[in-house]
């Protein structure tokens, strides 16, 4: 059992003499899209109800990755939203609490 949040930690000083490389990947949520064909697969409501189990604004956010633009899917918008909410955005959120040494890498 952790005796607190790790990122809590983190923004109090833990690890702060320890050097922190941290990233993800540039598609990093396709390992769930991919291999079954849903990133191809996914009409705009269906990318819109899955997300919404985690974004009441799912909406709005797909939008932001441009689900209702030309040459992007649905699928598309979904995995580039999911990868930023899921892996990118608490990796950098790690990256930017460390008051140590810090790298940040994204493996495209």
Excluded: C, W
């Excluded at 952790?2 to 941290?22: D, F, M, N, Q």
């Excluded at 899917?73 to 040494?101: C, E, I, K, N, S």
Aim: hydrophobic share 45%.
């Amino acid at each position: 059992m952790l005796p607190e949040h790790p990122l809590a930690a983190i923004r109090k000083g833990a690890g702060s003499g320890i050097a922190l490389i941290v990233g993800t990947n540039r598609d990093e949520f396709n390992l769930t899209t991919v291999p079954k064909g849903a990133i191809d697969a996914l009409d705009n409501d269906q990318a819109v109800a899955t997300l919404s189990a985690i974004r009441p604004n799912a909406a709005e956010i797909l939008a932001l990755y441009g689900v209702n633009l030309p040459g992007t899917t649905a699928g598309q918008a979904l995995t580039q939203a999911q990868t930023d909410l899921t892996f990118r955005l608490p990796a950098r959120r790690v990256a930017a609490a460390h008051q140590g040494r810090t790298h940040f890498y994204e493996f495209g």
